[in-house]
C-alpha cells in the first residue's frame, strides 16, 4: 500500500515539475521576444538619431 501511495505522491510531484517546465518555457519565449523587440526599437532609434544629426550638420554647413 505504502508503495502505491508513494507512486501517487511522485506522479503528483512529477506532473507539477511538467507544468512548472512548460511555464517556463513560455515565459522564456516571452522574454526573449521583449528583448528582441527592445533591440530592435533601440537600433531604430540609434539610426533615426544618426540620420537627424547628418541633416543638421548638412543644413549647417549650407548656411555657411
Excluded at 34 to 59: C, D, F, H, P, W
Amino acid at each position: 500500500a505504502r508503495a502505491g501511495e508513494a507512486g501517487r505522491g511522485f506522479a503528483v510531484v512529477a506532473s507539477e515539475v511538467k507544468s512548472l517546465s512548460d511555464r517556463t518555457a513560455l515565459a522564456t519565449t516571452e522574454i526573449s521576444n521583449i528583448v528582441y523587440q527592445l533591440a530592435t526599437g533601440l537600433a531604430n532609434m540609434i539610426q533615426a538619431m544618426r540620420e537627424s544629426g547628418r541633416v543638421a550638420l548638412a543644413k549647417a554647413h549650407a548656411r555657411v
